[in-house]
Structure formats: structure tokens, C-alpha cells
């Protein structure tokens, strides 16, 4: 059983400014995401586009933003359950929450945060009959383990910027790496475009536009892949592969969170913005795009409002009674659960003899 003072589900921008904010408080958080690392949409969907609308960053890339973020919370030592999705919750008699997630890993807090974004995101998967036959066995939509294509000859289908920069990453891994988009002009960073036709003129990757692929062949595990060619509508073939990667994005879903008892209103959960951006129930709080309220605005900036917020909430649910007196931590400095400090140099005023 995993035990702390506020669980985060969803480890995307609101969630880790949230550890962060809870920090300052003393308070220890853990963080539960199904994707396997932490970023949620910045790192899985746009890692490499710029975000303009951040205080202090004329532009950032989303990635960056993920890693100043793991940067700045990380003196707080959160945890994290990655690459698993929070299924159940249990109310305890004592007023905390039981979190099971769909592998039975247990997590236990008095105070649950759903800063899940979107919601809990699904892969987009191509349609191809027989392509759940191969799941676990040859088909991933989503690269967990890079190690595990090391030697291995890997087929990826895509046109943004997922699929362009894995096959760029897997290119030095994988025996050989193939990527086929259904059209010749390709959605990503304009970067990871030339990047890959680069490496199409170095050898090192097999590109094929405009095709998609239409089929699987295989026993118990893939074996090859059947290729339409656009330009050739008759021309179809079979490329051998021992893993096909189709990374068509990611569909935001509530998932199992629609089922805890939440007030639920156009896929997202109903809050109290006049306060503290808490649920129907009692120390469950909804932050971030998952949220709805009156004037909601789904901005990265709103979700470190509402985190803030949210957080002396959960002050007062963990310790009842106690008053909290914000300090700024330009005064207070800043005192990391690793140990570390950090603080405004103070000035030295030495007296006249």
C-alpha cells in the first residue's frame, strides 16, 4: 500500500505544479498516470510545439515545459505509479480514499486531486480487423521500453510527431525502422521532419508515402505487416516486422473516474470554483482541463491557479485545526523534503566603528 497526503491523478503540467504548491505546505504527494512517464499531453501528443501562453516564457516547447516542472518539483520528492490507470476508489472509515489501479497497485491519502487533463487517454487505433489479435504480441501503441526494439525490425505508422520522433530515436536501436504515413506532408515539428528525411537519405530509415497499413500477418506473434500504396490502388505487399507501432494519438476518455460517484457534466467534473475546486464528495478536488465551471477556461495557467488553490484546501482536511500563514518564498525561502534549501541572499549591513 502506497500512503501520502494528497494523490494526484494525472501527472501532466497541473499535477506536477500541484506537488510543488503541496510542498510548500509540507504536505508529500504521489502521482498516478497511465501513460508511462510523466508530461501527460505535452509529452505524448506535442512535445517538440511551442507553448506561448506561459507566465515568464515568451515561448516554450511542451517537452521543456515537462522537464522545468520535474525540475521544480522534484526537491519534493513525489512519487509515482506510471504506465497505470487509477480504476476504483474506496472511502475508508477514517475519511481517506483507497485508489486500485487496473495492475491492483493500492495508494491511500485523505485528499485525492483528479488534475487527469483530458481525462485518461486511449490510443487511436487504426482499423485493421485482426489488429487486437496482436496486442502484447508484436503490436504497441505506445513505446514504454525502448530497449525492447534493440535488434528487431519495426514497422511505425504515423504522420505527426510521436511517429516521427521514435522513428528517429529507434533508428540507432531497432535492426531496421520503417514509417509509413498515408500522406507525403507530415503533421510534426518541422525539426523532426528534416530529421527523417535525412535519415531516409542516409539509409537508416525506410520511409513509404502515401500508404497505410491494412493488414497483419502472424501466428501468435507478428510476423509482417500488408501495405497499401495510395498512388497504386491495386499494389498492395507484405513487409516482415516483428513489431508494428501505429501512434495515431491519443483519445481523451474520464475512463473508470466516471464511475466514482462525481457530478459528471459534458465529460468533465463538476467543481466548486468559488472556493476550492472540490467535488460532490468531500476531499476529492477535480484541477486542470478536467474540471468544469462556471467561466472555465482550459489553459495550463488556470490548472496552477486551481492547484494552488486546492492545495490549502488539503491543508485544512490533513491537519484540522491548525492555521497556515502564507509566507511568500521570497521570504520564506524554500525548504525541499531532500534536504535542500533555497532562499533570497540576505543583505549584510555592517556597522560603523
Known amino acids: 500500500m502506497i500512503t501520502t497526503d494528497i494523490l494526484i491523478i494525472g501527472a501532466g503540467p497541473t499535477g506536477l505544479f500541484t506537488v510543488f504548491e503541496a510542498g510548500l505546505l509540507k504536505l508529500k504527494c504521489h502521482l498516478i ?33 515537462t522537464e522545468k516542472l520535474m525540475e521544480q518539483c522534484k526537491q519534493f520528492e513525489p512519487g ?28 491511500q491519502a485523505p485528499v485525492v486531486a483528479i488534475a487527469g487533463g483530458l481525462g485518461s487517454f486511449e490510443p487511436r487505433k487504426p482499423l485493421i480487423h485482426n489488429i487486437t489479435d496482436f496486442e502484447d504480441s508484436g503490436v504497441e501503441y505506445m513505446i514504454k521500453e525502448p530497449e525492447m526494439y534493440r535488434g528487431k525490425k519495426v514497422v511505425i505508422a504515423g504522420g505527426g510527431d510521436s511517429a516521427l520522433d521514435w522513428s528517429i530515436f529507434l533508428c540507432d536501436i531497432a535492426e531496421s525502422v520503417t514509417l509509413i504515413h498515408r500522406r507525403n506532408e507530415f503533421r510534426g515539428h518541422l525539426d523532426s521532419v528534416q530529421k527523417v528525411q535525412e535519415l531516409k537519405n542516409e539509409g537508416k530509415i525506410n520511409l513509404i508515402t502515401p500508404a497505410e497499413v491494412i493488414g497483419i500477418v502472424g501466428d501468435d506473434k507478428v510476423k509482417a505487416v500488408v ?45 466548486n470554483n468559488a472556493l476550492d475546486y472540490q467535488t460532490n464528495i468531500p476531499g476529492i478536488f477535480a484541477i486542470g482541463d478536467v474540471n468544469t465551471y462556471p467561466g472555465k477556461l482550459k489553459l495550463i495557467l488556470c490548472g496552477f ?5 486546492m492545495c490549502q484546501a488539503a491543508y ?13 518564498t521570497t521570504v520564506a525561502g524554500v525548504n525541499g523534503f531532500d534536504g535542500s534549501r533555497k532562499e533570497a541572499p540576505k543583505a549584510v549591513v555592517k556597522a560603523f566603528e
Open 305 to 309: 491557479h486551481e492547484a494552488t488553490l
Open 227 to 271: 501495405v497499401k500504396q495510395a498512388q497504386h490502388i491495386e499494389k498492395e505487399f507484405e513487409l516482415e516486422c516483428d513489431h508494428f507501432i501505429p501512434l495515431f494519438g491519443l483519445s481523451p476518455k474520464l475512463g473508470p473516474i466516471a464511475n466514482w460517484g462525481l457530478e459528471i457534466e459534458k465529460n468533465a467534473i463538476k467543481v
Open 80 to 107: 509515482f505509479t506510471l504506465g497505470e490507470r487509477a480504476e476504483t476508489i474506496e472511502k475508508q472509515e477514517d475519511g481517506s480514499f483507497i485508489v486500485t489501479t487496473n495492475k491492483g497497485t493500492k495508494h
Open 33 to 65: 498516470d497511465a501513460l508511462p512517464q510523466q508530461g501527460g499531453q505535452c509529452t505524448e501528443l506535442y512535445p517538440k510545439k511551442p507553448i506561448y501562453d506561459i507566465p515568464a516564457y515568451p515561448e516554450i516547447l511542451a517537452g521543456d515545459l
Open 316 to 328: 485544512k482536511i490533513i491537519n484540522p485545526g491548525k492555521r497556515y500563514v502564507l509566507k511568500y
